[in-house]
């Protein structure tokens, strides 16, 4: 007749080669599911979590690449109007007539005044 161990026999008696026998809980299939589900769908809030911080920290590079664009751009556009301004002054316009094509400002006998109207 096999010995068991009750519960109110010491403790000293586990040591005398009695095997303890551990019982595990059986789940059921439900509980394995349902278990499987919540462990599914915590992987994907993390890893949604993880991409929406990866996205959130691109765009930001993205942004200020962006910025830095648009202020030498800015600058460009500056220095150009500045060169345009340079090249379209009347100064610069006459010195060029004057020295290059060898013009001279009109005489008033080579002015001719038209009576120009137009919407008669």
Same mark, same amino acid.
């Given at each position: 007749?096999?010995?068991?161990?009750?519960?109110?026999? %010491?403790?000293?008696?586990?040591?005398?080669?009695?095997?303890?026998?551990?019982?595990?809980?059986?789940?059921?299939?439900?509980?394995?599911?349902?278990?499987?589900?919540?462990?599914?769908?915590?992987?994907?809030?993390?890893?949604?979590?993880?991409?929406?911080?990866?996205?959130?920290?691109?765009?930001?590079?993205?942004?200020?690449?962006?910025?830095?664009?648009?202020?030498?751009?800015?600058?460009?556009?500056?220095?150009?109007?500045?060169?345009?301004?340079?090249?379209?002054?009347?100064?610069?316009?006459?010195?060029?007539?004057?020295?290059?094509?060898?013009?001279?400002?009109?005489?008033?006998?080579?002015?001719?005044?038209?009576?120009?109207? %137009?919407?008669?």
């Amino acid at each position: 007749m096999p010995r068991t161990l009750e519960p109110d026999q %010491p403790s000293s008696e586990l040591s005398r080669g009695f095997k303890t026998l551990m019982v595990r809980k059986k789940y059921s299939k439900r509980e394995i599911i349902i278990g499987i589900t919540c462990a599914i769908i915590l992987i994907l809030v993390f890893t949604f979590y993880i991409w929406h911080q990866m996205e959130y920290v691109r765009i930001g590079y993205e942004i200020g690449e962006l910025e830095e664009k648009l202020s030498a751009l800015r600058n460009e556009v500056e220095e150009l109007e500045t060169q345009k301004s340079s090249l379209l002054s009347l100064e610069r316009v006459e010195k060029i007539a004057k020295e290059e094509l060898n013009l001279e400002k009109a005489k008033e006998e080579q002015i001719i005044y038209d009576d120009f109207n %137009p919407f008669p």
